[in-house]
């Protein structure tokens, strides 16, 4: 997973000791709550068992958490919300950050294809027309030649 601040651990946290509890109280099987979200039960232990780096992405985990509630009778969608809201307002600073580099590397690569379109479309010319070798493109040479041959 994506590494989360302190603050999104802590939410996450509440959101699946909340779910936890729930389940429990409804005597449900984390199995029987696999079957009908189609989580895989693997997934379900690590929400429940707070073992957050096996789990993937985080809108992953949104949408998880969003099954797993509504599977419950919660509102699985206000729970995922409060995931994600915090995750995205995090990661969205980081990316503004990031798409500063990202800009400085993408000009030249952008360059280099236009150049290399070019290349391999002066390449395709070139073989579908080569260039025509004429009479007249040999006379200069021919003539060179007659004229050294008299001239012995």
């Known amino acids: 997973m994506t ?25 449900l099987r984390i ?24 789990l993937p992405e985080p809108i992953f985990v ?15 969608n206000a729970l995922s919300y409060t995931f994600i809201s915090n995750v995205v307002r995090h990661d969205s600073n980081n990316d503004h950050k990031n798409s500063d580099n990202k800009s400085n590397t ?7 294809y236009i150049l290399l379109l070019v290349a391999a479309s002066a390449g395709l010319l070139y073989i579908l027309n080569p260039p025509q070798i004429t009479s007249e493109s040999l006379t200069p040479e ?6 050294m041959v008299t001239n012995q």
């Open 3 to 27: 590494l989360l601040n302190q603050a999104q651990v802590e939410q996450l946290k509440e959101i699946t000791t909340h779910l936890r509890q729930v389940r429990q109280e409804k005597s």
């Open 31 to 54: 199995e029987e709550i696999a079957a009908q979200t189609l989580i895989r039960a693997g997934v379900l232990h690590a929400l429940e068992e707070e073992r957050f780096e096996e």
């Open 62 to 76: 949104q949408g998880f958490i969003r099954r797993y509630g509504d599977a419950l009778g919660l509102d699985g």
């Open 106 to 112: 993408y000009i030249p690569l952008v360059v280099t």
């Open 142 to 147: 021919v003539n060179v030649q007659q004229s």
